[in-house]
């Protein structure tokens, strides 16, 4: 098993455990599910999922989509953003703590290591952090405005 099939399978089964933790039944149709979101190098819309969904299950509705999706995030196993076009999913990165540039153009994901919390003072002492996230938004060398990519430079 190569290693890209390894990491698919992986994310599959975590998805799939924080199901079952959950005490939901694990249906062919969250299986399905799961394999999108492990095999998806991207973000997906609601729509696009519900697309998907409705070929192999033509009764699932997109309420059941949306809500499934709000639980998962909700568990863990998949992020949430807000990008130009609405809210959309993909499953979090399981292996290490990373964080991520995100393309506002086409979408493409680059994790990064460099975490930011560890940078950061003066916190409130009595506030308990439990998770946090970094990401940084702009456009990928493909996607770049030209001007930006002649001069090395991006305006702020």
Avoid at 28 to 37: I, W
Avoid at 42 to 50: E, F, I, N, R, T
Avoid at 53 to 64: A, C, H, L
Avoid at 65 to 75: I, P, Q, T
Wanted: with cysteine.
């Amino acid at each position: 098993m190569g290693n890209h099939e390894h990491e698919v399978q992986s994310t599959v089964q975590d998805i799939l455990k924080a199901m079952s933790a959950k005490g939901w039944r694990i249906t062919d149709q969250r299986k399905s599910l799961a394999a999108l979101f492990a095999e998806s190098t991207g973000y997906l819309s609601p729509k696009d999922v519900y697309d998907y969904m409705k070929q192999p299950y033509p009764g699932v509705s997109f309420d059941t989509v949306y809500r499934n999706l709000r639980l998962l995030s909700e568990m863990g196993v998949l992020e949430q953003i807000y990008l130009n076009d609405g809210l959309k999913f993909r499953a979090r990165c399981q292996s290490h703590h990373h964080h991520h540039l995100i393309c506002m153009n086409c979408e493409k994901t680059v994790p990064f290591e460099f975490c930011p919390m560890k940078q950061i003072d003066n916190l409130p002492s009595d506030f308990q952090i439990v998770n946090h996230r970094f990401e940084i938004l702009g456009y990928c060398g493909d996607c770049a405005p030209a001007e930006s990519r002649e001069v090395g430079t991006e305006k702020h």
